[in-house]
């Protein structure tokens, strides 16, 4: 049982670097460090909102329309680093 822990930990590690990846680069093609006409920006911009959109949209049917902020990639963060909090602090349950 220690590996569907072991595992777990780390699909939610994996989630959680691909959230935080996605907004230092929303940040950084929004103000313009970036350029999506790059092929390689591109690509990866394009890949991790694929994979990110639908988590976001079922986070912002729950949220209040805010005007220009987004906070579905924060909610979607801060519910990670629950769910590992929470794993952790069961841990014993998994030996």
Do not use: C, T
């Not at 313009?32 to 890949?47: D, E, G, H, K, T």
């Amino acid at each position: 049982m220690k590996s569907v822990f072991d595992i777990l930990m780390l699909l939610l590690g994996v989630a959680q670097f691909i959230v935080l990846a996605h907004v230092i680069l929303s940040w950084l093609v929004n103000f313009q460090v970036l350029n999506i006409r790059q092929p390689l920006v591109a690509q990866i911009w394009y890949s991790l909102n694929r994979v990110l959109e639908p988590v976001y949209d079922r986070v912002r049917r729950f949220l209040p329309a805010m005007q220009g902020i987004d906070f579905a990639p924060l909610v979607v963060l801060l519910a990670i680093i629950a769910l590992r909090m929470i794993l952790v602090n069961n841990q014993y349950a998994f030996m």
